[in-house]
């Protein structure tokens, strides 16, 4: 503790260095709201059963370390929870991690006495992860150092021992240490990794480096040592703290490894998901395709699946929506979804995506505004929509039509409308380029952002725009500026074609048509 304790003074976050200081000395609580009623059947998960002799070797391993303790013919506790035991592969082949079934029994377990809010854990994402690797430069050097035993390192309470009770081979096991399958554990565990990453950036000097959980990664320019010198500090700083490292898993700087279960390649300057991660979510979405009816379990299943793939191509999760909306109220695993008309097109979308790109995301240009871009567009609510582009333009009326639906009013339907359209037409100029679009609609720059909306129009534009993006790699954010000036674009919307040509004197002489399909996708709402 003596180390921990002297680097925790410095730590900027004072109260989550007074609770870890606390943790590591008396231990740490799992903050029940209230003690679960005591277990009276004693039975293990299924999985327990079927690696009977690795579950065995865990708990000797766990008791050996004095992490777990045990065995005891009779209740060691008056009152303890047992819970399953049980056991899952690992990403290595042939490994196993124990866990115990916290969330057991439903309604009355040591997971439904605790409060939601404080299980909840903002971890860094893959594309925080991601873009601090391309700040590095061209071939950066990456390294990768995992820490073993993760949760294990954290001992709990004295108070909390009750609740960690588990039974295997007529015996009785008390868990000493924070256990994997308890809802607050990741939570605790990401405020100590927290802790160690601002140490090591101290420490090295080095901001470079991101993590999440137990995986931590280091990055350094090609050509200055800096990767391999922040490695070797923070190996050091691990060992000096009594932080276990699993070193089979320690990767020495290289341009590509695999962080968060995606391969970084800084030389190619791309990312990509496993090849059997592909084949995985390719099978899974044709089994879905080729049936009336699937599981709870099949879909949610998938959608793991297509969760991943997410990292890659976040702007894809908007094809999962009408997905994961099938499993609303659906309680059992082997209740039945149907796959629907709806659910099929989303299907085969991530069908064709994972098909025509393999999983790979090439790395963008830098972000650039749509106004350097020379991307321009508006609407008027009262005549029409102008889009603009390096001198080819776009611009016509909104249909009789909707006025009479009322859709004329959806301001955010017509500001997005445009933007589609220039995508729809121009998309081949803006292939691996993120675009930062201004607009001074705050509606839009939210459906764009979020890619969620309440209007059906909308979604169905969104939706376009974000298979146009896949198809070119292109990344569209959007940013809200109030009051822009967009003299252009404005004039073009309210068919002003003296001032247009005035202010674009270089512009096409003619139009480019609306694509029809454009229409189509407001009028199927």
């Not at 021992?161 to 039974?167: A, S, V």
């Not at 567009?377 to 009262?382: C, I, K, L, Y």
Request: some cysteine; aromatic content about 10%.
């Amino acid at each position: 503790m003596g180390k921990l304790s002297e680097s925790l003074l410095g730590y900027p976050d004072k109260e989550a260095a007074v609770f870890l200081a606390k943790g590591f000395l008396d231990g740490f609580k799992i903050p029940v709201a209230q003690t679960p009623p005591p277990s009276k059947i004693y039975k293990n998960l299924k999985s327990a059963g079927q690696h009977e002799d690795v579950l065995k070797q865990k708990i000797e391993k766990e008791v050996k370390a004095g992490r777990m303790a045990g065995p005891f013919e009779v209740l060691p506790i008056e009152g303890l929870v047992v819970s399953p035991l049980g056991v899952v592969p690992k990403k290595e082949q042939g490994k196993f991690r124990m866990i115990q079934h916290l969330s057991y029994p439903v309604g009355a377990s040591v997971n439904d006495a605790l409060d939601k809010e404080q299980c909840k854990v903002q971890y860094q994402s893959f594309d925080e992860a991601l873009e601090i690797v391309k700040g590095q430069g061209d071939r950066a050097l990456l390294a990768k150092v995992d820490i073993e035993s993760a949760f294990r390192l954290l001992p709990l309470h004295p108070e909390s021992f009750k609740l960690t009770g588990c039974y295997f081979q007529g015996a009785f096991f008390v868990d000493l240490c924070l256990p994997m399958g308890c809802a607050i554990s990741c939570s605790y565990f990401e405020m100590f990794s927290t802790f160690l990453h601002w140490l090591i950036c101290q420490r090295s000097g080095n901001a470079a480096i991101a993590h999440y959980l137990d995986d931590f990664l280091i990055i350094g320019p090609k050509q200055t040592g800096k990767c391999q010198e922040t490695l070797l500090i923070f190996l050091q700083m691990l060992k000096e703290l009594g932080v276990p490292v699993a070193d089979e898993k320690t990767v020495q700087p290289t341009t590509k490894l695999t962080f968060l279960g995606i391969e970084i390649d800084t030389k190619a300057r791309r990312c990509r998901l496993p090849r059997d991660k592909v084949e995985k979510s390719k099978q899974a979405i044709h089994n879905l395709m080729g049936t009336k009816k699937v599981t709870l379990r099949e879909m949610q299943q998938t959608l793991g699946l297509l969760n991943f793939a997410c990292r890659i191509i976040p702007m894809g999760r908007i094809f999962k929506r009408r997905l994961e909306k099938a499993t609303t109220g659906v309680k059992k695993p082997f209740h039945k979804i149907r796959i629907t008309k709806e659910l099929r097109a989303d299907l085969g979308v991530w069908d064709s995506f994972l098909t025509e790109f393999n999983g790979i995301r090439l790395w963008l240009s830098e972000t650039r505004n749509n106004r350097e871009l020379e991307l321009l567009t508006d609407a008027s609510g009262s005549i029409g929509y102008g889009a603009y582009f390096a001198g080819k333009w776009c611009a016509g009326r909104w249909p009789q039509a909707w006025r009479e639906l009322g859709l004329t009013k959806n301001l955010t339907l017509l500001e997005l409308f445009p933007i589609v359209v220039a995508l729809e037409l121009w998309a081949g100029d803006f292939r691996d380029k993120a675009i930062r679009f201004i607009s001074d609609n705050m509606g839009v720059v939210c459906a764009i952002n979020n890619l969620s909306s309440d209007s059906a129009p909308v979604i169905n534009l969104l939706r376009q725009l974000v298979l146009i993006c896949m198809r070119f790699n292109t990344s569209f954010r959007a940013q809200h500026i109030p009051g822009v000036e967009n003299t252009l674009a404005d004039a073009l919307s309210r068919e002003k074609w003296d001032l247009f040509f005035k202010l674009a004197p270089n512009a096409a002489k003619t139009p480019h048509n609306c694509p029809d399909n454009l229409w189509q996708l407001v009028n199927l709402s």
